[in-house]
């Protein structure tokens, strides 16, 4: 049987708009969709996101320049393009009254660069489903070894697409005998003086790491209010095996607020938060 991996932020469904602006942390995820038979699973599902990387790479057993294919470093080929995979989306909105949004992680600057043509047609104002840009654009906690994406030409890049969240934050090196940490005063300065330099003026979420999250509510809450002019969010997510303070993280998410606050974790830790159920209202 084929399976494909999908974390659930919690185990409630999602019930119209207008309660997942109340709970963002209502959303769903498939990860890794990054060739065919994965797309095609997940767009069977209930899921609400799909989230996909992309590199430069080829169509297998096809030659020639390298375009932008759905694939995680280290591979460089797949059996899906871009291209293919928004318009997959795409049909698929078109014919379902349930959206699909899709979240794209950049793992290069040079993968955004070729993307740019094959991403303008689907962040047209007449194009309804969510649609995001992600990428670790600033080196984070616990001296990380991926190298960021170009921060300044994401961004520049990036904000040319106004219908487009966001989705920037930090490299980070987490887990295995690295399990504690924080993100700093420093690395939240930075992400907030590369916005407003940048002049970004869309709508942006923050990815953070749970288990490094958990320990840094006063700067994450300090982000989130010099920001709140581009309507920002977090994205709360971890990774499987991650060590996570459970009540602090908990206490994070509610203190932020529930309608500011995405939860892209595995079920198990999911559950553990014991979060108020989808049509609780929450406040900052």
Same mark, same amino acid.
């Given at each position: 049987?084929?399976?494909?991996? #999908?974390?659930?932020?919690?185990?409630?469904?999602?019930?119209?708009?207008?309660?997942?602006?109340?709970?963002?942390?209502?959303?769903?995820?498939?990860?890794?969709?990054?060739?065919?038979?994965?797309?095609?699973?997940? @767009?069977?599902?209930?899921?609400?996101?799909?989230?996909?990387?992309?590199?430069?790479?080829?169509?297998?057993? /096809?030659?020639?320049?390298?375009?932008?294919?759905?694939?995680?470093?280290?591979?460089?080929?797949?059996? @899906?393009?871009?291209?293919?995979?928004?318009?997959?989306?795409? %049909?698929? !909105?078109?014919?379902?009254?349930k %959206?699909?949004?899709?979240?794209?992680?950049?793992?290069?600057?040079?993968?955004?660069?070729?993307? %740019?043509?094959? &991403?303008?047609p689907?962040?047209?104002?007449?194009?309804?489903?969510?649609?995001?840009? !992600?990428?670790? &654009?600033?080196?984070?906690? &616990?001296?990380?070894?991926?190298?960021?994406?170009?921060?300044?030409?994401?961004?520049?890049?990036?904000? /040319?697409? /106004?219908?487009?969240?966001l989705?920037?934050?930090?490299?980070?090196?987490?887990?295995g005998?690295?399990?504690?940490?924080?993100?700093?005063?420093? %690395?939240?300065?930075?992400? #907030?003086? @590369?916005?407003?330099?940048?002049?970004?003026?869309?709508?942006?979420?923050?990815?953070? +790491?749970?288990?490094?999250?958990?320990?840094?509510?006063?700067?994450?809450?300090d982000?989130? +209010?010099?920001?709140?002019?581009?309507?920002?969010?977090?994205?709360?997510?971890?990774?499987?095996?991650?060590?996570?303070?459970?009540d +602090?993280?908990?206490?994070?998410?509610?203190?932020?607020?529930?309608?500011?606050?995405?939860?892209?974790?595995?079920q198990? @830790?999911?559950? +553990?938060?014991?979060l108020?159920?989808?049509?609780? /209202?929450?406040?900052?």
């Amino acid at each position: 049987m084929l399976k494909i991996l #999908i974390i659930l932020a919690v185990a409630s469904a999602i019930n119209g708009e207008e309660e997942v602006m109340k709970n963002l942390t209502t959303v769903t995820w498939a990860h890794a969709v990054n060739n065919k038979t994965y797309l095609e699973a997940a @767009l069977a599902t209930d899921v609400s996101m799909l989230e996909a990387d992309i590199v430069l790479g080829h169509v297998k057993g /096809k030659d020639g320049p390298p375009i932008p294919i759905m694939a995680h470093p280290p591979a460089t080929t797949s059996d @899906l393009t871009l291209a293919d995979f928004l318009t997959a989306v795409a %049909q698929y !909105n078109n014919v379902n009254s349930k %959206q699909k949004g899709v979240k794209l992680d950049f793992k290069t600057i040079e993968a955004f660069e070729k993307a %740019q043509d094959h &991403i303008v047609p689907f962040a047209k104002p007449d194009v309804s489903f969510p649609l995001w840009l !992600n990428a670790d &654009i600033l080196a984070g906690p &616990i001296d990380a070894e991926t190298k960021p994406v170009d921060p300044e030409k994401f961004l520049t890049m990036g904000s /040319k697409h /106004k219908r487009a969240v966001l989705s920037v934050g930090w490299t980070t090196h987490y887990g295995g005998n690295n399990t504690e940490g924080e993100y700093s005063r420093d %690395q939240i300065g930075s992400m #907030i003086r @590369l916005l407003n330099e940048n002049h970004v003026n869309q709508t942006v979420t923050f990815p953070v +790491r749970a288990g490094l999250a958990s320990n840094s509510q006063p700067v994450i809450l300090d982000l989130l +209010r010099e920001t709140a002019y581009l309507n920002s969010s977090i994205t709360v997510w971890s990774s499987e095996g991650d060590s996570v303070e459970v009540d +602090r993280l908990r206490a994070l998410l509610l203190t932020v607020g529930l309608e500011r606050t995405y939860l892209d974790v595995p079920q198990e @830790l999911a559950a +553990r938060l014991r979060l108020p159920p989808p049509d609780t /209202k929450t406040k900052n």
